[in-house]
Antibody, heavy 121, light 106 residues
Framework: QVQLQQWGAGLLKPSETLSLTCGVSGESLVGYYWSWIRQSPGKGLEWIGEISHTGRANYNPSLQSRVTISLDTTKNQFSLRLTSVTASDTAVYHC???????????????WGQGALVTVSS | SYVLTQPPSLSVAPGNTATITCGGTNIGRKSVHWYQQKPGQVPILVVYYDNDRPSGIPERYSGSNSGNTATLTITRTEAGDEAVYYCQVWDSGRAMFGGGTMLTVL
């Protein structure tokens, strides 16, 4: 049974960089796409981007200029970096395992519990 | 940009059928996935690729997709089906979610 656990700083000031890491247990990164999704009361569910086990990443065009998703197969984990955050980036950030990807209309198979990130001065 | 429209709420009596819609331009040409999220929990997949059901999801859950509307149908609704339901598609290189429908069973 795959489990995803994310961690990182929970309180940021505007203009800082959000950094979160997701550790995957019970499953190798190989063969799947891995994604970040955020959820906020105002914006609902928002897909941030995905990365394959080979490191190929695709991002939400609305966030592309600020987002980087990377992975470390030796540690079986992947990471999210979002620069120049503002209050509108306040959300619960979930890491997730996808079956399929952008080009195959994939779906989210497993979700991490989520990490609340608050952006406030 | 592409918009997915879901009714914010739906009420159904126990034992009746709940029909949750997800509207979008020519959504019938896309693959639609549905998620259930109960309070304090993460979403779980209940239907994928329009009408496939993951293992462990009751047969009471089914989906359809045609024209401008995709539909999640829950028959013989139970109290445990109370949750927010989200549809999901891909458009312009990104996954997109509907705003969610809060299903109340009363």
């Amino acid at each position: 049974q795959v489990q995803l656990q994310q961690w990182g700083a929970g309180l940021l000031k505007p203009s800082e960089t959000l950094s979160l890491t997701c550790g995957v247990s019970g499953e190798s990164l190989v063969g799947y796409y891995w994604s970040w999704i955020r959820q906020s009361p105002g914006k609902g569910l928002e897909w941030i981007g995905e990365i394959s086990h080979t490191g190929r990443a695709n991002y939400n065009p609305s966030l592309q200029s600020r987002v980087t998703i990377s992975l470390d197969t030796t540690k079986n984990q992947f990471s999210l970096r979002l620069t120049s955050v503002t209050a509108s980036d306040t959300a619960v950030y979930h890491c997730a395992r996808q079956v399929g990807h952008r080009d195959s209309s994939g779906y989210i198979k497993n979700w991490g519990q989520g990490a609340l990130v608050t952006v406030s001065s | 940009s592409y918009v997915l429209t879901q009714p914010p709420s739906l009420s159904v009596a126990p034992g009746n059928t709940a029909t949750i819609t997800c509207g979008g331009t020519n959504i019938g040409r896309k693959s639609v996935h549905w998620y259930q999220q109960k309070p304090g929990q993460v979403p779980i997949l209940v239907v994928y690729y329009d009408n496939d059901r993951p293992s462990g999801i009751p047969e009471r859950y089914s989906g359809s997709n045609s024209g401008n509307t995709a539909t999640l149908t829950i028959t013989r609704t139970e109290a445990g089906d109370e949750a927010v339901y989200y549809c999901q598609v891909w458009d312009s290189g990104r996954a997109m979610f509907g705003g969610g429908t809060m299903l109340t069973v009363l």
